[in-house]
């Protein structure tokens, strides 16, 4: 028995298995039946209320539909086939076997084209604010860690060598604030998805006297599309999040590379927590940061998706084609990626312990203290450039005879400058290069405790 499909008027053959397999999209796009369920409730709510259908109908749908969601929310799935192709048709097939024909009045006045683009905006729209949390969970877990660390003094690297001693509190502040930007960018996605592109039906509109503000009430969507062409073959919003998962996961797999070299015996500047570490097989000594690493990796697949859409939606013409059924999996994916990220992430963080000492070690014999010298001579007068070149100098001496820039005696100090003082030599101490740094932003633990303050209450006014 060949299988009937609700659109098979005008068809004498249906395709091969491969072919409606291949066409089909059930497989993936269940992940919106909720949404397709919420879409549809919001459409025949319009309809009963613009009289398009009678109430009768009309609440027959909407209690089929809703039985149809209670079973769902229950057993988590429902006797799906692919001979209906995708979500839409799936549940409608459903209220069909559940309510008889009157369930055929349920696409009155829509097309599977606005309804795919309702189910997507719901998709993302639910999932943004989920997104945001934990987001916020990480930025708490850096906080929480910055303030017991504003005077825990670490090198701070430029290409990987040691620039100048820096509060390790700054460092876990500064990824908070590429964080911070993340949620803004999340917090603005939402203006593209709040929006209902339902009752746009196939690209033109409708002749039934639809009502498309009260579907998009219906919906709890903020506003609605102005142009029914653009409603169904819109997927920047999207794009927009794939975009913002890319940034977010560039972020994420930064700190994971850093993580990952300061657990190593090399830095030793901390010990990530037994359970997110993972032993060899082999070699009993070892305790892997896989979890880092594995976040790190992942980032791969999440810019993938958003390559994979741009690149499909870049050949589209208006309005939909079925090429944007691709649409769906790589942002599901991108969903499921970031957000366990993002929380193991907040957990690694928030367990792992700092090896003071060590970073402390670190910034000894180490001559990152070679600004603080020439910061100092400029200070009593010598031109900047000339006491760089002075600097380099003592600094080429000193590897050569093994000795550091606090080494320097006050003798040789005066061949330099006689204006030279005693205080050199607290000025060439880490903690205080860093605690002097204290211009606007910058490592200065007065500037840090600052930052804190100010990430702490960005914080505390989400908490309302
Ligand atoms: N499964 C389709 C998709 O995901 C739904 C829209 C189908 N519309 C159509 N005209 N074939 O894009």
Redesign the pocket.
């Given at each position: 028995m060949p299988i009937k499909r609700m659109w098979g008027g005008r068809f004498q053959a249906t395709g091969s298995d491969l072919a409606n397999t291949f066409g089909a999209?059930i497989f993936f796009?269940q992940e919106m039946a909720h949404e397709d369920i919420f879409g549809s409730l919001a459409h025949v709510k319009m309809l009963k209320a613009t009289k398009i259908l009678p109430a009768a109908d009309a609440d027959k749908i909407i209690k089929g539909l809703h039985e149809i969601d209670d079973q769902l929310t229950k057993d988590g799935s429902l006797p799906f086939t692919v001979d209906d192709?995708?979500i839409?048709m799936n549940i409608e097939d459903l209220l069909t076997k559940k309510i008889g024909p009157v369930a055929g009045k349920l696409h009155t006045g829509r097309?599977?084209?606005d309804?795919?683009a309702t189910d997507l905006h719901l998709y993302v729209k639910e999932r943004l604010p989920k997104v945001i949390d934990a987001l916020y969970e990480l930025q708490q877990a850096l906080v929480d860690q910055a303030a017991e660390n504003v005077h825990t003094v670490m090198p701070g690297y430029t290409h990987m060598q040691h620039a100048q001693p820096i509060s390790y509190g700054h460092y876990l502040l500064a990824y908070f604030q590429m964080f911070q930007r993340d949620v803004e960018r999340f917090q603005f996605n939402m203006k593209h998805t709040d929006i209902s592109p339902l009752g746009a039906a196939?690209l033109a509109g409708t002749s039934f006297p639809i009502d498309r503000q009260l579907s998009a009430k219906y919906l709890g969507m903020s506003d609605l599309y102005d142009n029914s062409l653009d409603a169904v073959s819109d997927r920047d919003f999207v794009l927009e999040f794939l975009s913002n998962a890319s940034i977010l996961m560039m972020h994420l797999s930064r700190l994971c590379e850093e993580l990952v070299y300061w657990c190593s015996h090399e830095f030793g500047y901390i010990e990530l927590s037994d359970s997110y570490s993972t032993g060899s097989s082999i070699m009993p000594q070892k305790k892997n940061p896989d979890f880092a690493e594995l976040i790190r990796g992942k980032t791969g697949r999440v810019y993938g998706h958003l390559m994979g859409l741009l690149t499909t939606m870049k050949g589209i013409p208006l309005a939909?084609n079925?090429d944007?059924?691709e649409?769906?999996e790589g942002i599901f994916d991108a969903v499921k990626t970031i957000l366990p990220s993002l929380k193991i992430m907040a957990g690694m963080i928030k367990t792992l312990h700092v090896n003071k000492d060590k970073m402390d070690a670190a910034t000894h014999h180490d001559f990152s203290n070679a600004t603080e010298l020439a910061d100092y001579l400029a200070g009593k007068g010598i031109p900047f450039r000339q006491a760089h070149e002075i600097v380099g100098e003592l600094v080429l001496k000193g590897i050569k005879s093994g000795h550091d820039l606090s080494d320097i005696s006050m003798e040789e100090f005066h061949k330099i400058s006689p204006k030279i003082d005693e205080d050199v030599y607290h000025c060439l101490k880490p903690e205080v290069a860093v605690e002097r740094r204290n211009s606007y932003g910058g490592t200065g633990f007065k500037q840090v405790e600052e930052q804190l303050a100010k990430a702490k209450a960005i914080l505390a006014k989400q908490d309302k």
């Amino acid at each position: 028995m060949p299988i009937k499909r609700m659109w098979g008027g005008r068809f004498q053959a249906t395709g091969s298995d491969l072919a409606n397999t291949f066409g089909a999209s059930i497989f993936f796009d269940q992940e919106m039946a909720h949404e397709d369920i919420f879409g549809s409730l919001a459409h025949v709510k319009m309809l009963k209320a613009t009289k398009i259908l009678p109430a009768a109908d009309a609440d027959k749908i909407i209690k089929g539909l809703h039985e149809i969601d209670d079973q769902l929310t229950k057993d988590g799935s429902l006797p799906f086939t692919v001979d209906d192709e995708d979500i839409h048709m799936n549940i409608e097939d459903l209220l069909t076997k559940k309510i008889g024909p009157v369930a055929g009045k349920l696409h009155t006045g829509r097309s599977r084209n606005d309804q795919v683009a309702t189910d997507l905006h719901l998709y993302v729209k639910e999932r943004l604010p989920k997104v945001i949390d934990a987001l916020y969970e990480l930025q708490q877990a850096l906080v929480d860690q910055a303030a017991e660390n504003v005077h825990t003094v670490m090198p701070g690297y430029t290409h990987m060598q040691h620039a100048q001693p820096i509060s390790y509190g700054h460092y876990l502040l500064a990824y908070f604030q590429m964080f911070q930007r993340d949620v803004e960018r999340f917090q603005f996605n939402m203006k593209h998805t709040d929006i209902s592109p339902l009752g746009a039906a196939a690209l033109a509109g409708t002749s039934f006297p639809i009502d498309r503000q009260l579907s998009a009430k219906y919906l709890g969507m903020s506003d609605l599309y102005d142009n029914s062409l653009d409603a169904v073959s819109d997927r920047d919003f999207v794009l927009e999040f794939l975009s913002n998962a890319s940034i977010l996961m560039m972020h994420l797999s930064r700190l994971c590379e850093e993580l990952v070299y300061w657990c190593s015996h090399e830095f030793g500047y901390i010990e990530l927590s037994d359970s997110y570490s993972t032993g060899s097989s082999i070699m009993p000594q070892k305790k892997n940061p896989d979890f880092a690493e594995l976040i790190r990796g992942k980032t791969g697949r999440v810019y993938g998706h958003l390559m994979g859409l741009l690149t499909t939606m870049k050949g589209i013409p208006l309005a939909y084609n079925k090429d944007m059924q691709e649409d769906k999996e790589g942002i599901f994916d991108a969903v499921k990626t970031i957000l366990p990220s993002l929380k193991i992430m907040a957990g690694m963080i928030k367990t792992l312990h700092v090896n003071k000492d060590k970073m402390d070690a670190a910034t000894h014999h180490d001559f990152s203290n070679a600004t603080e010298l020439a910061d100092y001579l400029a200070g009593k007068g010598i031109p900047f450039r000339q006491a760089h070149e002075i600097v380099g100098e003592l600094v080429l001496k000193g590897i050569k005879s093994g000795h550091d820039l606090s080494d320097i005696s006050m003798e040789e100090f005066h061949k330099i400058s006689p204006k030279i003082d005693e205080d050199v030599y607290h000025c060439l101490k880490p903690e205080v290069a860093v605690e002097r740094r204290n211009s606007y932003g910058g490592t200065g633990f007065k500037q840090v405790e600052e930052q804190l303050a100010k990430a702490k209450a960005i914080l505390a006014k989400q908490d309302k």
